[in-house]
């Protein structure tokens, strides 16, 4: 079975510009959860999504967003890019929001220059 | 508010036991997770406890729940080279709630 997939896994984007970054959960999972993580603040919960619903959010700035489409597989987009925004963009998924075991994907790398 | 602390560095040496402390502050947490990072990778859910829980034992994986001092640890009996990673402790109130992550605590195992 295909683990959680995210795309691009390095991105290098300037200050200003916008980024979309995709993940495919696995199979049969339809919620997908998105953290940042940074060296500083470690592991931030971003949101969550399940059934195309955004059931959680963090305190992030309305600069990030996301959505979930009918496949299950969800984007998250920056807009106005902050160098502060540069980190490791983490997906994961889980069969459902009820599931305590969550699937984590690579990461996208993201460096604002 | 909600807090999880643990310390950031950890060096043992192969085949000592390993033991990763962590505080959290919400005392309505339920659940208590801990994830390995390894470079690299996403993360990895090792094992997780319920708060009505005092220790669960998973091979070489024990976790230690002092629900009083609102402190988790996680004890790698024999550590290996490939238990070298980041290790996140985190905690959730419910099933469905948010996940809160600690900032991680590297793992570095001396020869």
């Known amino acids: 079975k295909a683990g959680v997939t995210q795309t691009p896994r390095y991105l290098i984007k300037t200050r200003g510009q916008q980024v979309t970054l995709s993940c495919s959960p696995i199979?049969?999972?339809?919620?997908v959860s998105w953290y940042q993580q940074t060296p500083g603040q470690g592991l931030q919960f971003l949101f969550e999504?399940?059934?195309?619903?955004?059931?959680n959010k963090g305190n992030f700035p309305g600069r990030f967003s996301g959505r979930q489409f009918s496949n299950s597989r969800s984007e998250m987009n920056v807009s106005t890019l902050e160098l502060g925004d540069s980190a490791l963009y983490l997906c994961?998924?889980?069969?459902?929001?009820?599931?305590?075991?969550?699937?984590f994907g690579p990461g996208t790398r993201l460096t604002v220059l | 508010g909600e807090d999880v602390e643990q310390s950031l560095f950890l060096s043992v040496r192969e085949g000592d036991s390993s033991v990763i402390n962590c505080t959290y502050t919400?005392?309505?947490?339920?659940?208590l997770y801990w994830y390995k990072q390894e470079p690299g990778a996403g993360l990895q859910l090792l094992t997780y406890?319920?708060?009505?829980?005092d220790m669960k034992q998973d091979q070489r994986l024990t976790v230690l729940l002092n629900k009083k001092d609102k402190h988790l640890s996680l004890r790698i009996a024999d550590t290996q080279t490939g238990d070298s990673a980041i290790y996140f402790c985190?905690?959730?109130?419910?099933?469905?709630?948010?996940?809160?992550f600690g900032k991680g605590t590297r793992l570095h195992i001396l020869p």
């Open positions: 994961a998924s889980s069969i459902g929001p009820r599931d305590n075991e969550q699937f």
């Open positions: 199979s049969g999972h339809r919620s």
């Open positions: 999504y399940f059934s195309e619903t955004q059931r």
């Open positions: 919400d005392s309505s947490s339920t659940y």
């Open positions: 406890i319920f708060s009505n829980m």
């Open positions: 985190a905690e959730s109130m419910n099933r469905d709630d948010k996940i809160i």
